[in-house]
């Protein structure tokens, strides 16, 4: 049987047509419109039934092809109409007789039409007689014409499956689903679907092979015109797969309304049939409503597509721009860019961009520097970007980004920007923490206790009032001190009836916690420099009830020579650059510089030798321990400060006691293993190196431990023996040395800077002034230093006579601490 392979999307219907016509008609006109009929009129009314979906094909090939039942036609011939007869007539005529050249043209219905032969010769010979005929049919038939009466048959002669199972009708059966195999089925679609789900069953029944057929006839027409197949295929198919209920409900729907319809458009005057390529007007809605059902579903499944697709694109992207982040190489700007820079006003945020690209090239600098690059390039970059976005002088951001490197280094420069949580600090001479928390609630304040480790701190989030002005605080029942600045004081952990000296007093906020916690028993020194400063701290030990304290205003550094071991505790919270509480105090971002951090660690170094000097070793009251304090994180002002007085008085580093979680043990050795809050002293600073013990002080950080930048070291007075007097000379000229680790005699190197791209050691520019200054001190220092390090060389003794043989030449033990 020739068809006309118009397109694929006719070819791809083929076998769902072959399925649902035979089911369409199966049920449309065996079981529902002539139940008590026989097998033929069943085929009749398949046979109307099937041309009426027919018709709505377009194409005129397809209508005529519907119009020319072949064999089928005449079995039913008696019961058709006239005007079906006469197209059945015309159609048979056309069918079997003269073929027009034109049509007979299409190789690929030859190629359809012979597929379905293959598949009856695996039937009975009648049946392959048939299909003979067919097959002869087809060939000498033109595409068009055939297809259509193939379709035809196939819908008369499937009910018989259902409701006869004589080998004729099997035959016809086989036969017409050969020919069905080859018939176009575009038009057929919703005859085709009807009958998918009464076909089902029938087709169920009947043998594998007929399903075998069907795939093979597909793959066929399929091999013919793939493109256009599966284009054409997804609405019949849409349809085909939809669930068996649909399909019946249909069909029942078709049943209820009975042929009429269907028959009226398949009983159109001849003319009609034939001229007419577009479907009836009436049926387009239908036609078009399954078209919109379909693509409503198809919308859905694409516009899911879509967005699965969209997502895929983005996160593609995403991973893309990540990898490239990650690898990307960061140029450093030209001397051309940074001279644009120099004339214009570089936003912060190109600034902080700038800034984090560095910070990624320096965490895998190998992979993503520039050639050509050293570190201490980038190194310099960022730091002039530092300074200029958070508004420091460059040489402290050079510092800050020596002692913690440029990541922290970032962290503690935005949190120093940021104001620290305000604090309390209750006077339990006068007050009870829960009473003053309720008087304050009532007040509107809000506030928590400041943490596990302070019994008398309260954080206060927010106030209606001014917290430095309520009946409370003027009736001295609490202090505004900082948590930080608490610490120092639980540090000295001073007794009831101790002699303590409070070498830097004013404003007193530490002298009156000495006192809180010495309850009003001894004696506290409060000293101060500054006379008009120390008008505070009276005015606030009266304020505080604070009845132990006297006030005095002396040179702290003469201190130690006037009232030699005279104090139980001492605590020296030491005048300081102010780099822990920059948040408190901005205008040290550009008043402060590293000589004067260098001047402060000079002063800091001559005030502790003081304190030591007036505390007393002996005490009896489990004393002599001092704290020495500072505001500021530079090195220079603790870690070396604490360092070099190790080397100058016979003390040692104890543990700070501030690891509340665990018992305080004032000799246990030193390890920060112990220590519950802030973090370890350095022992190591750019080439310096400090005594090990200095990892028992404690540094407390804003982007850390979210309080003021503070440092806290407690030291144990050992004896009154000095070490190296002739060092003296050296303090007194401000010169910090990082001699005394061991004793043993350490030059100090000059400042040296790695350069990545040339593994050789150069002055790095950018630290050009720090380093100056520095280098001033070290060339001071390599004068003295043979006076400073060298261990005084003991007299040469007689030796004594021992038995003891000695093989190797005794070594002076030098005793650094
Ligand atoms: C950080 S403040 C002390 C703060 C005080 N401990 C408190 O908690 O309120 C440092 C103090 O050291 C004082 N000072 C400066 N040089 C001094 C010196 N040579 N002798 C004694 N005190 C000095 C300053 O006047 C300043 O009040």
């Given at each position: 049987m020739g068809r006309p392979l118009r397109s694929g999307r006719v070819l791809k219907s083929l076998s769902p047509v072959k399925k649902e016509d035979a089911a369409a008609t199966a049920k449309?006109?065996?079981?529902?419109?002539?139940?008590?009929?026989?097998?033929e009129p069943v085929k009749e009314a398949a046979a109307k039934a099937t041309p009426a979906k027919a018709?709505?094909?377009?194409?005129p090939a397809r209508g005529r092809a519907r119009a020319a039942p072949s064999k089928s036609s005449k079995a039913v011939a008696k019961e058709e109409s006239e005007s079906e007869d006469e197209l059945l007539e015309m159609n048979d005529s056309e069918s079997e007789e003269d073929v027009p050249a034109p049509k007979k043209t299409t190789p690929t219905k030859k190629t359809a039409a012979k597929k379905s032969p293959g598949k009856k010769e695996q039937s009975s010979d009648e049946e392959s007689e048939e299909e003979s005929e067919s097959e002869d049919d087809v060939e000498a038939a033109p595409a068009p014409k055939k297809a259509t009466p193939a379709k035809k048959t196939a819908a008369k002669k499937s009910p018989v499956q259902k409701e006869e199972s004589s080998d004729e009708e099997s035959e016809e059966e086989s036969e017409s689903e050969g020919e069905v195999e080859a018939a176009p089925a575009p038009k057929k679609a919703t005859p085709a679907k009807k009958g998918a789900a009464k076909k089902t069953p029938a087709k169920k029944e009947s043998s594998d092979e007929e399903s075998e057929d069907e795939s093979e006839s597909e793959d066929e027409v399929q091999k013919v015109a793939p493109k256009p197949l599966q284009k054409a295929k997804s609405p019949k198919a849409a349809k085909k797969e939809s669930s068996d209920e649909e399909s019946e409900d249909e069909s029942e729907d078709d049943e209820d309304n009975g042929f009429t319809d269907e028959n009226a458009a398949w009983l159109k005057p001849k003319s009609q049939l034939m001229s007419s390529d577009s479907e009836p007007d009436d049926e387009l809605p239908e036609e078009e409503s399954d078209e919109e059902n379909l693509l409503e579903v198809e919308r859905q499944s694409r516009l899911i597509d879509e967005e699965m697709a969209a997502e895929q694109e983005e996160a593609e992207l995403e991973m893309r721009r990540t990898i490239t982040q990650q690898t990307s190489v960061f140029h450093l700007p030209t001397p051309e860019e940074l001279e644009e820079d120099e004339n214009r006003v570089v936003p912060p945020s190109e600034l902080r961009a700038r800034i984090e690209d560095i910070l990624e090239v320096l965490a895998d600098f190998k992979a993503r520097r520039e050639a050509g690059r050293s570190r201490s390039e980038y190194i310099e970059r960022l730091a002039q970007d530092m300074a200029e976005l958070f508004g420091y002088l460059q040489e402290l951001v050079d510092y800050f980004l020596s002692m913690f490197g440029p990541n922290e280094c970032l962290e503690f420069l935005e949190a120093s920007d940021k104001n620290r949580p305000l604090v309390v600090r209750v006077n339990t001479l006068k007050a009870r923490r829960k009473d003053l928390a309720a008087a304050l609630m009532k007040r509107g304040v809000r506030l928590d206790p400041l943490a596990p480790w302070s019994k008398v701190g309260l954080k206060i989030y927010e106030s209606s009032v001014p917290i430095g002005a309520t009946p409370e605080y003027l009736a001295g029942h609490y202090m505004l001190q900082s948590a930080a600045s608490m610490c120092p004081v639980m540090a000295l952990g001073p007794q009831p009836g101790d002699r303590v000296l409070d070498m830097s007093a004013a404003p007193g906020g530490k002298t009156s916690y000495i006192s809180q916690l010495m309850k009003n028993k001894g004696v506290v020194i409060a000293n101060d420099l500054k006379a008009e400063r120390q008008k505070a701290t009276v005015a606030n030990m009266h304020r505080l009830g604070v009845r132990n304290v006297v006030s005095c205003c002396y040179d702290g550094r003469k201190i130690g020579a006037q009232m030699?071991?005279?104090?139980?505790r001492i605590l020296l919270d030491a005048p300081c650059s102010g780099l822990g509480v920059i948040s408190r105090d901005p205008s040290v971002k550009v008043q402060r510089t590293i000589p004067d951090v260098r001047r402060c660690a000079h002063l800091q170094k001559e005030l502790l030798l003081a304190a030591i000097d007036a505390l007393n070793h002996k005490s009896k009251k489990g004393g002599g321990y001092m704290v020495y304090s500072t505001c500021s994180v530079a090195v220079a002002e603790n870690e070396e400060v604490v360092n070099y007085l190790l080397s100058k008085r016979d003390v040692k580093l104890v543990e700070t006691g501030l690891d509340f979680d665990q018992p305080s043990s004032q000799d246990s050795k030193f390890s920060p293993a112990h220590l519950a809050i802030g973090k370890p002293g350095f022992t190591r600073f750019e080439h310096k190196r400090f005594h090990p013990s200095l990892a028992l002080t404690r540094r407390f950080y804003p982007h850390v431990h979210n309080m003021d930048g503070f440092y806290v070291a407690k030291i144990q007075k050992l004896s009154d023996t000095k070490k190296g007097e002739e060092k003296t000379q050296a303090v007194e000229e401000g010169v910090a040395t990082d001699v005394e680790v061991t004793g043993a005699r350490k030059e100090k190197k000059p400042a040296v800077v790695e350069d990545d791209s040339k593994n050789t050691k150069k002055k790095p520019k950018g630290k050009k002034r720090r380093n100056e200054s520095e280098d001033d001190d070290n060339q001071k220092a390599k004068k003295k230093s043979s006076k400073i390090s060298y261990p005084s060389v003991r007299p040469q003794q007689k030796k004594k006579k021992t038995n003891a043989k000695v093989s190797k030449p005794r070594r002076y033990k030098i005793t650094g601490m």
């Amino acid at each position: 049987m020739g068809r006309p392979l118009r397109s694929g999307r006719v070819l791809k219907s083929l076998s769902p047509v072959k399925k649902e016509d035979a089911a369409a008609t199966a049920k449309k006109g065996a079981a529902k419109k002539t139940p008590a009929k026989a097998k033929e009129p069943v085929k009749e009314a398949a046979a109307k039934a099937t041309p009426a979906k027919a018709a709505k094909k377009p194409t005129p090939a397809r209508g005529r092809a519907r119009a020319a039942p072949s064999k089928s036609s005449k079995a039913v011939a008696k019961e058709e109409s006239e005007s079906e007869d006469e197209l059945l007539e015309m159609n048979d005529s056309e069918s079997e007789e003269d073929v027009p050249a034109p049509k007979k043209t299409t190789p690929t219905k030859k190629t359809a039409a012979k597929k379905s032969p293959g598949k009856k010769e695996q039937s009975s010979d009648e049946e392959s007689e048939e299909e003979s005929e067919s097959e002869d049919d087809v060939e000498a038939a033109p595409a068009p014409k055939k297809a259509t009466p193939a379709k035809k048959t196939a819908a008369k002669k499937s009910p018989v499956q259902k409701e006869e199972s004589s080998d004729e009708e099997s035959e016809e059966e086989s036969e017409s689903e050969g020919e069905v195999e080859a018939a176009p089925a575009p038009k057929k679609a919703t005859p085709a679907k009807k009958g998918a789900a009464k076909k089902t069953p029938a087709k169920k029944e009947s043998s594998d092979e007929e399903s075998e057929d069907e795939s093979e006839s597909e793959d066929e027409v399929q091999k013919v015109a793939p493109k256009p197949l599966q284009k054409a295929k997804s609405p019949k198919a849409a349809k085909k797969e939809s669930s068996d209920e649909e399909s019946e409900d249909e069909s029942e729907d078709d049943e209820d309304n009975g042929f009429t319809d269907e028959n009226a458009a398949w009983l159109k005057p001849k003319s009609q049939l034939m001229s007419s390529d577009s479907e009836p007007d009436d049926e387009l809605p239908e036609e078009e409503s399954d078209e919109e059902n379909l693509l409503e579903v198809e919308r859905q499944s694409r516009l899911i597509d879509e967005e699965m697709a969209a997502e895929q694109e983005e996160a593609e992207l995403e991973m893309r721009r990540t990898i490239t982040q990650q690898t990307s190489v960061f140029h450093l700007p030209t001397p051309e860019e940074l001279e644009e820079d120099e004339n214009r006003v570089v936003p912060p945020s190109e600034l902080r961009a700038r800034i984090e690209d560095i910070l990624e090239v320096l965490a895998d600098f190998k992979a993503r520097r520039e050639a050509g690059r050293s570190r201490s390039e980038y190194i310099e970059r960022l730091a002039q970007d530092m300074a200029e976005l958070f508004g420091y002088l460059q040489e402290l951001v050079d510092y800050f980004l020596s002692m913690f490197g440029p990541n922290e280094c970032l962290e503690f420069l935005e949190a120093s920007d940021k104001n620290r949580p305000l604090v309390v600090r209750v006077n339990t001479l006068k007050a009870r923490r829960k009473d003053l928390a309720a008087a304050l609630m009532k007040r509107g304040v809000r506030l928590d206790p400041l943490a596990p480790w302070s019994k008398v701190g309260l954080k206060i989030y927010e106030s209606s009032v001014p917290i430095g002005a309520t009946p409370e605080y003027l009736a001295g029942h609490y202090m505004l001190q900082s948590a930080a600045s608490m610490c120092p004081v639980m540090a000295l952990g001073p007794q009831p009836g101790d002699r303590v000296l409070d070498m830097s007093a004013a404003p007193g906020g530490k002298t009156s916690y000495i006192s809180q916690l010495m309850k009003n028993k001894g004696v506290v020194i409060a000293n101060d420099l500054k006379a008009e400063r120390q008008k505070a701290t009276v005015a606030n030990m009266h304020r505080l009830g604070v009845r132990n304290v006297v006030s005095c205003c002396y040179d702290g550094r003469k201190i130690g020579a006037q009232m030699r071991n005279s104090f139980d505790r001492i605590l020296l919270d030491a005048p300081c650059s102010g780099l822990g509480v920059i948040s408190r105090d901005p205008s040290v971002k550009v008043q402060r510089t590293i000589p004067d951090v260098r001047r402060c660690a000079h002063l800091q170094k001559e005030l502790l030798l003081a304190a030591i000097d007036a505390l007393n070793h002996k005490s009896k009251k489990g004393g002599g321990y001092m704290v020495y304090s500072t505001c500021s994180v530079a090195v220079a002002e603790n870690e070396e400060v604490v360092n070099y007085l190790l080397s100058k008085r016979d003390v040692k580093l104890v543990e700070t006691g501030l690891d509340f979680d665990q018992p305080s043990s004032q000799d246990s050795k030193f390890s920060p293993a112990h220590l519950a809050i802030g973090k370890p002293g350095f022992t190591r600073f750019e080439h310096k190196r400090f005594h090990p013990s200095l990892a028992l002080t404690r540094r407390f950080y804003p982007h850390v431990h979210n309080m003021d930048g503070f440092y806290v070291a407690k030291i144990q007075k050992l004896s009154d023996t000095k070490k190296g007097e002739e060092k003296t000379q050296a303090v007194e000229e401000g010169v910090a040395t990082d001699v005394e680790v061991t004793g043993a005699r350490k030059e100090k190197k000059p400042a040296v800077v790695e350069d990545d791209s040339k593994n050789t050691k150069k002055k790095p520019k950018g630290k050009k002034r720090r380093n100056e200054s520095e280098d001033d001190d070290n060339q001071k220092a390599k004068k003295k230093s043979s006076k400073i390090s060298y261990p005084s060389v003991r007299p040469q003794q007689k030796k004594k006579k021992t038995n003891a043989k000695v093989s190797k030449p005794r070594r002076y033990k030098i005793t650094g601490m």
